[in-house]
């Protein structure tokens, strides 16, 4: 798995000093507030609780208000689950492509509502075209780049999210495969993401 993290300006996260730093920047704002999108990213709300929990005892900076406010998954049956095993969040979206507009559908109160702001964005993006499995695979490669195929699109849907958010964290995974060279001049994919994070208000965007 890739993991594609943008940290805030002059900080990095393997440094404990740094940690601490980015959790008094957070400290500075009294609430922290989490968006997901696609199944699979809202994991991360529970371990990021939990880090939360040992950050106040390791470092004294007191609670944070942490809030999931949105949610993001098209497919009913999958967002149902969601919506069970996370009572507390405020909205459910069905469509990544609506989270650029100012409203979005939620599945939670069936009405418009406006997208509120996540400070931390945890997102992803489909990788059925780049996936090992797909035996179709090679159609799409660059796919990212290229913009086509399932991955392509829903990287694109990600990237005007991320765009609005404009988030202090944004961090997002894929698979591996989306490093693999070729015998192409063109960069691999993640290397475009990473490069495209930097240009877009990301500068200390990397590859874990």
């Known amino acids: 798995m890739l993991a594609f993290v943008k940290l805030p300006a002059r900080v990095k996260l393997n440094l404990t000093a740094n940690i ?18 696609f199944s699979g990213t809202d994991i991360a709300v529970h371990v990021f609780k939990a880090f939360l929990g040992f950050a106040a005892l390791q470092f004294g900076i007191g609670e944070l208000d942490f809030k999931h406010v949105f949610c993001c998954e098209i497919d009913g049956p999958k967002r149902e689950f969601l919506m069970a095993q996370h009572p507390d969040c405020d909205y459910f979206f069905t469509n990544a492509k609506d989270l650029e507009n100012v409203k979005a559908f939620d599945a939670k109160s069936k009405t418009m509502v406006a997208v509120p702001y ?19 695979r090679a159609q799409f490669r660059h796919a990212v780049q290229r913009g086509v195929g399932e991955t392509g699109e829903t990287f694109n849907m990600f990237k005007a999210a991320r765009d609005k958010q404009k988030s202090v964290w944004v961090c997002s995974e894929n698979v591996v495969e989306l490093d693999a060279s070729d015998d192409s001049v063109m960069q691999t994919d993640a290397e475009f993401i ?7 208000g990301c500068p200390h965007s990397d590859i874990h």
């Open 20 to 37: 601490k730093r980015v959790l008094m920047k957070f400290g500075t704002l009294n609430r922290i507030t989490f968006g997901t999108c």
């Open 118 to 136: 996540a400070s931390i964005f945890f997102a992803s993006f489909s990788c059925k075209s780049s996936a090992p499995c797909n035996q179709q």
């Open 194 to 200: 990473v490069s495209d994070f930097k240009k877009n």
